[in-house]
């Protein structure tokens, strides 16, 4: 760890990551805990959390999660999650709305879409990122400071074809983003989205990235090599710290120079 950057600003700093037991989520959780911040994050896998929550243990200096189960379409336990949250922590200093589903379930196509299914990505992709930046924005604006981070794709940028709700989930999300940054602003919260191409997360090994896949994801790459979860974090850990206090609004590429920007 001792080649990549240390945030002092982050030191302490009150952070909330949804989807956290897996993946780019993991990641995050883990860099932020060896920042020696405050990591609360939301899982709905007990098991992949109690994992990551063991392996953070044995991590030497580093600070220790905090892990609630939680499913984030049920927005009912997700606000009950941010009050408890809120209420043993205070305002939560950076806020990451990562929780997503892009495995081999959402790859469905346009005529196999159903209203359930529909319901379900949306539910899983879009929603609860505005619902949790709902429930945590009062006491960023109060404490007049707060950066929020979400999780965007590419998928809407190539434009990729198979999973078209997913795509237009993550599409969504640079609206978003770039709409409350300016209604945020004026109390001092930043909101920025991370637009990961293809990560070779443990679910995308195991669920898409057959060979044929990972040959087309290199030819699209100017890096032609695997992007891995860590990479995805170590920008997200910029957007969290003080390092980036001007910067808002913005959608961040990271994706080996498969599209290069937004």
């Known amino acids: 760890m001792e080649k990549y950057a240390t945030y002092p600003s ?14 780019i989520g993991a990641a995050s959780v883990e860099l932020f805990c060896r920042q020696g911040s405050i990591v609360i994050f939301l899982d709905y896998s007990a098991s ?27 927005l009912a336990r997700l606000k009950a999650c941010a009050e408890e949250v809120l209420a043993t922590h205070g305002a939560v200093d950076v806020l ?20 359930e299914s529909w319901d379900l990505d949306v539910n899983v992709n879009l929603r609860h990122q505005f619902f ?38 993550k599409a969504a999300v640079v609206g978003m983003t770039r709409t409350h940054s300016k209604e945020f602003g004026p109390f001092g919260v930043r909101v920025n989205s991370v637009v990961p191409g293809a990560v070779a997360t443990q679910r995308q090994i195991e669920e898409v990235m057959t060979e044929e896949y990972r ?11 695997d992007i891995l979860p860590d990479e995805v974090a170590r920008l997200i850990l910029f957007l969290a710290a003080d390092d980036s206090s001007a910067i808002t609004g913005g959608s961040y590429v990271i994706d080996g120079g498969w599209v290069s920007d937004i």
């Open 10 to 23: 982050l030191r302490g700093k009150k952070v909330l990551i949804t989807g956290g037991a897996e993946g």
């Open 48 to 74: 992949s959390a109690q994992a990551l929550l063991d392996k953070i243990k044995a991590i030497p200096g580093a600070s220790q999660p905090s892990f609630l189960h939680c499913d984030v379409t049920d």
């Open 96 to 115: 990451l709305n990562n929780a997503a589903r892009a495995g081999a379930l959402t790859r469905v196509p346009t005529d196999e879409v159903t209203p």
């Open 132 to 169: 949790l930046t709902q429930a945590v924005v009062p006491a960023m604006r109060a404490q007049r400071a707060g950066s929020i981070i979400n999780m965007g794709s590419i998928t809407w940028r190539i434009p990729a074809t198979g999973l078209p709700v997913y795509t237009l989930c």
């Open 215 to 225: 040959e087309e994801v290199f030819a699209a790459q100017s890096l032609k090599r």
